[in-house]
Every structure is written in structure tokens, then in C-alpha cells.
């Protein structure tokens, strides 16, 4: 079956716009989780969403970042203002619960670079 | 948090059994070990996960002790395609559900002819 998708797989921009990171999760799976990776380094937990709610942002690094799962499904990555700083792999993963040892299943990322 | 730390790199031949131990010495009582494999401009890949004692699926091992605080991943036979890194995890429960799992730099396995 398909996997978790995600789009753009490639966006470049501006220092300062704003852009939009789009995460289609497995379908069913009603856990979704963005995490960022810088180069040369592990994935670093962003957001978790229960269904349609931000269940943890804790890993959100400041306010320009925000995320979106209005129907519980499809999750929108926002962050606004964009620094060089934000150049990384966003890595969008879903699980078919949210339960202790759940499976993780990720996206192969959108590779952000700003300008 | 329970972190974790693993070599930063091996090398191997095709047709070795390759073993990447991992140090977990803080776990808690309920986290689990899992283990990801990530190529190049790829997102990672789940390979295995356990509790304790030893699992074995379709491409890998994973022993664990009796005391949680380590745990082996064992690749039997590594080809030529099995040169990427692999991450050794113990995923945290987060407060609202869920589980967050916190990457290392993991390990760089090379394989070679």
C-alpha cells in the first residue's frame, strides 16, 4: 500500500517568506509526528498530532513554526519568516496508534533550503 | 530521556554477519528499543523494534539483556545495499500519547566487496 507521502520533496526560498510543507500520513493511521533533520545529523521531534489536535509541540524551536491536521489526516507544516537556520529535511512520520511502542512509519522528507 | 550512544561508524564485507550494539543505560521501565536504517535523501526506515530478550524478523535481530540497558542489532549476511546509517532509538511516551523518538547520529555501516 502506500506510503506516507510528502510535498514538495525539494523547496527553495527566500530568507523571510513564508512557506507551506504538506505531509500525506498512511491511511488510517490516526498518529502523526513531524521532525526536522539538519545535515550530518539525526531527526529531532517537532509536533505530535492525535487525530486532529496538536497532542505535543514541545519540539517546535519558536513561534514561526506552526502545524495544521484539520481533518485528522493530511498535516500542513507552516513556518513563517524563514532564516537561513531553517534549512533541513522535514521528515513527516504516522503510526496506526498512539499507543507504547507504536511503529513510526516516515515520508521521505521536503528538503527545505532558504536563500 | 533515555538517550542512547552507538559507534559512529563500521565497516564490513559482503556476506558478513555485521552487529551494532547500542547503550541505552537510563531506559525506563516502558520504553522499547527500535531500531531505523536510513540511505541517503531517504526518510528512515523502521527495522526492528523489542522489549527484551530477542526479536527476529525477516531481516534482522535485535538481542537485548536482561537489564534493558544495552541492545545488539544483528544483520546477517550485509550486502552491498545495506551500506547506510542506522539509529538505535528508545521512543518516549509523550504526555498527550504518542511516542517521540530521539536519533543519535547513529551508526555508518560500510560495506565493501
Known amino acids: 500500500g502506500a506510503g506516507v507521502s510528502q510535498t514538495p520533496s525539494n523547496k527553495v526560498t527566500e530568507k523571510g517568506k513564508y512557506v507551506e510543507l504538506r505531509c500525506d500520513p498512511i491511511?488510517?493511521?490516526?498518529?502523526l509526528y513531524w521532525y526536522r533533520q539538519s545535515l550530518g545529523q539525526g531527526p529531532e521531534f517537532l509536533i505530535y498530532?492525535?487525530?486532529?489536535?496538536?497532542?505535543?509541540d514541545s519540539g517546535l524551536p519558536n513561534d514561526r513554526f506552526f502545524a495544521v491536521r484539520p481533518e485528522g489526516s493530511v498535516s500542513t507544516l507552516k513556518i513563517q519568516r524563514t532564516e537561513r537556520g531553517d534549512s533541513a529535511v522535514y521528515l513527516c512520520?504516522?503510526?496506526?496508534?498512539?499507543?507504547?511502542?507504536?511503529?513510526?512509519?516516515f515520508g521521505p522528507g521536503t528538503r527545505l533550503l532558504v536563500l | 530521556l533515555a538517550k542512547t550512544t552507538q559507534p559512529i561508524s563500521m565497516d564490513s564485507y559482503e556476506g558478513q554477519e555485521v552487529n551494532i550494539t547500542c547503550s541505552h543505560n537510563?531506559?525506563?521501565?516502558?520504553?522499547?528499543i527500535t531500531w531505523y536504517q536510513q540511505f541517503p535523501s531517504q526518510g528512515p526506515r523502521f527495522i526492528i523494534q523489542?522489549?527484551?530478550t530477542k526479536v527476529t524478523n525477516e531481516v534482522a535481530s535485535l538481542f537485548i539483556p536482561a537489564d534493558r540497558k544495552s541492545s545488539t542489532l544483528s544483520l546477517p549476511r550485509v550486502s552491498l545495499s545495506d551500506t547506510a546509517v542506522y539509529y538505535c532509538?528508545?521512543?518516549?511516551?509523550?504526555?498527550?500519547?504518542?511516542?517521540?523518538?530521539?536519533f543519535g547520529t547513529g551508526t555508518q555501516l560500510k560495506v565493501e566487496l
Open positions: 491511511s488510517g493511521h490516526t498518529a
Open positions: 532509538l528508545v521512543a518516549e511516551g509523550l504526555t498527550g500519547g504518542g511516542n517521540k523518538l530521539t
Open positions: 512520520a504516522s503510526s496506526l496508534a498512539s499507543g507504547r511502542g507504536e511503529t513510526q512509519y
Open positions: 523489542g522489549y527484551k
Open positions: 498530532f492525535q487525530g486532529t489536535g496538536a497532542a505535543d
Open positions: 537510563n531506559i525506563a521501565t516502558n520504553d522499547y
